[in-house]
């Protein structure tokens, strides 16, 4: 039987485990928390961790900006960090015995902290709730293995064949088969499962695919997963990196995201029962989850490209979405439709990047599409041939102008909160202006 206490159940199967890492990922993805003797570690489980809610709105470099009066103007309060459910796991990498479980932050009241990103995509979730629809959701996270040391910029690590790009080359997934196989059997001790692993389109840059589940559980595990990929190339001698365009010259790095909507019956409700690519393909809510992730995009460019570099893979004409359209089985568009079986219809969202924060790129998301929905918007007709041969002037693609749409934004307002919005525009804005101020700070920052 097993007992209340998660950590004293791990301990009888990990019985060497040292210490333990009680940690959250902050809203530019660094891990934040503190390690724990093993025999001390118990009252996370009991009474939870203190830490600053602030540090949900650091920028990348860990300084806190004072957003909206948040950090050093209010004495910087600490919240409470609770375990989160299903996480605790080992740490295959670490040189002595180390377990691991993610904590999300919570009052004393044990009301959930408005600006942790995990929360803010919650209140997202609830609005499909309140609707009977069920939402499956499945990350792809592109990413580049470097040499060098942190800081500098470092060379893209190359197979033994090919030092130019071999999209899909099986060379390039053989020669790094050591690194990638530690990855999928370090996800699997996490359970996080992965699927496809591809060589991507620049030497050093790989993609491994994760399982579809329902939105929060999927996010958490991309979040572990980013986690599990840096420590695993720090330990055989690399560095991973979620840079959104790490190498001037080469491909950029995206986050993307598979999304389906189910009934109470567990039938795919954008499926139209058509031919693929027809007009009867998609349902009319499949439609209006386009419209809405339309109309939202521009106000939405600040969380899928959240600093300076974000903006390098903006380039028309290389398949990273500089208009918000949407096609089928088309890699120009922001909205794509993949083949496949009608039972696992699905939007594919394209425009983040991989420095993106997992859980407000989801939020956006499925505010746009859930705005779409109740509001019945047309998407108008899917794009055919290269739809990204020109940028929409309409689409802001700096990140003071990005972020002037997302701080005066009408549909993330709605889901997210203005206080959250103006908390996270205040921050970035803030760390804009350092950046500005540092000079070529670029790769030593976001890295």
């Not at 039987?1 to 890492?21: R, W």
């Not at 602030?54 to 004495?75: H, I, K, R």
């Not at 993610?102 to 009241?109: D, F, T």
């Not at 003071?400 to 206080?419: I, N, P, W």
């Amino acid at each position: 039987m097993s007992s209340q206490n998660p950590l004293a159940d791990y301990l009888k199967q990990y019985p060497y485990t040292k210490y333990l890492d009680a940690f959250y990922s902050d809203l530019c993805c660094v891990m934040r928390g503190k390690r724990y003797p093993v025999s001390q570690a118990g009252k996370i489980f009991e009474s939870g961790m203190n830490t600053p809610g602030s540090c949900f709105l650091l920028a990348v470099t860990g300084e806190s900006m004072d957003p909206e009066g948040m950090g050093f103007s209010d004495g910087d309060p600490d919240e409470i960090g609770i375990p989160v459910a299903g996480t605790l796991s080992p740490c295959p990498w670490a040189r002595v015995p180390t377990a691991q479980v993610m904590l999300s932050l919570q009052s004393l009241a044990g009301e959930p902290y408005f600006y942790e990103p995990r929360h803010v995509l919650n209140r997202v979730i609830d609005k499909f709730n309140e609707l009977g629809l069920r939402l499956v959701v499945a990350f792809e996270l592109e990413f580049y293995l470097l040499a060098g040391k942190s800081g500098e910029r470092g060379e893209p690590l190359t197979s033994e064949t090919a030092d130019a790009t071999q999209v899909y080359s099986m060379n390039d997934v053989e020669d790094f088969s050591v690194f990638l196989d530690e990855v999928a059997t370090t996800c699997a001790a996490q359970g996080i499962i992965t699927g496809a692993m591809s060589g991507e389109y620049a030497p050093g840059q790989f993609e491994i695919n994760l399982q579809h589940e329902e939105p929060l559980a999927a996010t958490d595990r991309c979040i572990l997963f980013r986690r599990v990929v840096q420590c695993v190339a720090r330990k055989q001698g690399y560095r991973a990196t979620f840079m959104a365009k790490p190498c001037p010259g080469n491909a950029g790095s995206g986050l993307h995201l598979h999304i389906s909507l189910l009934d109470e019956s567990g039938n795919n409700v954008f499926d139209g029962g058509g031919d693929y690519g027809s007009h009867e393909c998609a349902t009319d809510t499949l439609r209006h989850a386009i419209g809405g992730l339309k109309a939202g995009m521009a106000e939405s460019m600040a969380i899928f490209a959240p600093n300076v570099n974000s903006y390098h893979r903006f380039v028309p004409g290389i398949f990273v979405p500089v208009t918000p359209c949407w096609g089928y089985e088309n890699r120009s568009v922001a909205m794509r439709i993949p083949k496949g079986p009608a039972a696992a219809r699905r939007i594919e969202h394209r425009v983040a990047g991989a420095d993106a924060n997992p859980y407000l790129t989801l939020a956006a998301i499925l505010a746009g599409i859930h705005h779409g929905i109740t509001h019945q918007i047309d998407p108008g007709q899917p794009a055919i041939g290269n739809a990204g041969k020109q940028v929409d002037p309409d689409l802001p693609l700096d990140i003071a102008r990005a972020l002037k749409y997302c701080r005066e934004s009408e549909v993330l307002a709605h889901y997210f909160g203005q206080d959250y919005l103006d908390a996270y525009t205040s921050c970035k804005l803030r760390e804009y202006s350092a950046f500005v101020k540092s000079g070529d700070a670029e790769y030593k920052w976001y890295l």
